[in-house]
C-alpha cells in the first residue's frame, strides 16, 4: 500500500432482523462509495432475511442467539470474541434489538454506532413512530449516534427530520423514517471511515469541528 491510500476500513455489522440498514452498506460498497470491508455480519436471531443479504453479498456471517446464554453478561462476552476475531475498526448496530452491558459498550467506546429510529433524545426505546403521532409532532426522524452505557443515549453524529403528515399512521411514517436511514447511515459510515468522524471526550466531532448536540441535521427530500 503506498502511504497515499486509504485504508480499507473493516466492519462487523450487528443486526436482529430484515437487515434493510445492512442492505444500504452493503450496495455503498458496492457502487464504490463506501470506503470499507464489510469483514463480518453478526444476528442474535437464526433465520433473518438479515443474513440472507449478507450470504447474497458473499459477507461471513455467524449467529449467536441469546436465547443460549444464561445471562446477559455471558452472551455480551461471547459477542465480543466473535466480533473481535474479525478485527473490526468499526461496530455498526443495524437493527440490534439487545440491551448491552457497560463492559459491552466500554470496550467499543468510539468504534461502535448505533441507528435510531427518533430524533433523539426524544423518544428513547421502542414504539417511536407512534410515540411521536400521538405527541403532536411536527418533526420526526432518525439519529445515527455514538453508543455508550446509556441506552439509546451517545453523542449524536448525524439525523435526519421527515415531517409527520396529517395523513400518517405510524407504518405510512416508519416507512419515510427508514428511507431516510438508509442515507444517513452510509453517510456516517463514510465519515468514519474517511476518519472525519471521531468521538472525543464523550462528544462527537466531525473534520475536527464539535458537533451540536443533535449532531448534523439533514432535512429529508420527500417528493
Ligand atoms: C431500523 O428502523 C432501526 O432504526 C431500528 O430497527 C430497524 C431495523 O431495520 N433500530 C432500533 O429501533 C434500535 N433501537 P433493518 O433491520 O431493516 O435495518
Request: with cysteine; charged share 20%; glycine share 8%.
Amino acid at each position: 500500500m503506498s502511504s497515499t491510500e486509504v485504508k480499507t476500513l473493516r466492519v462487523v455489522v450487528l443486526i436482529s432482523g430484515s437487515g434493510s440498514n445492512l442492505q444500504a452498506l452493503i450496495d455503498g460498497v458496492a457502487n464504490g462509495d463506501l470506503p470499507i470491508e464489510i469483514a463480518a455480519v453478526i444476528s442474535n436471531r437464526p433465520d433473518v432475511l438479515g443474513l440472507t443479504r449478507a450470504t447474497n453479498a458473499g459477507i461471513p456471517t455467524a449467529v449467536l442467539d441469546h436465547k443460549g446464554f444464561a445471562s446477559r453478561e455471558a452472551f455480551d462476552q461471547e459477542l465480543m470474541r466473535t466480533i473481535d476475531a474479525y478485527n473490526p475498526g468499526l461496530v455498526v448496530l443495524a437493527g440490534f434489538m439487545r440491551i448491552l452491558t457497560a463492559e459491552f459498550t466500554q470496550h467499543y467506546l468510539g468504534r461502535m454506532i448505533n441507528i435510531h429510529p427518533s430524533l433523539l433524545p426524544k423518544f428513547q426505546g421502542l414504539h417511536t413512530h407512534q410515540r411521536a403521532i400521538d405527541a403532536g409532532e411536527s418533526h420526526h426522524g432518525v439519529t445515527v449516534h455514538f453508543v455508550t452505557a446509556e441506552l439509546d443515549g451517545g453523542p449524536a453524529i448525524v439525523q435526519a427530520l421527515v415531517p409527520v403528515l396529517a395523513s400518517d399512521d405510524a407504518s405510512l411514517l416508519a416507512k419515510r423514517v427508514q428511507r431516510q436511514e438508509h442515507v444517513i447511515y452510509p453517510l456516517a459510515v463514510k465519515w468514519f471511515a474517511q476518519g472525519d468522524l471521531k468521538m472525543q471526550d464523550g462528544k462527537a466531532e466531525l473534520k475536527g469541528e464539535l458537533l451540536p448536540a443533535c449532531g448534523y441535521q439533514i432535512e429529508a427530500n420527500e417528493p
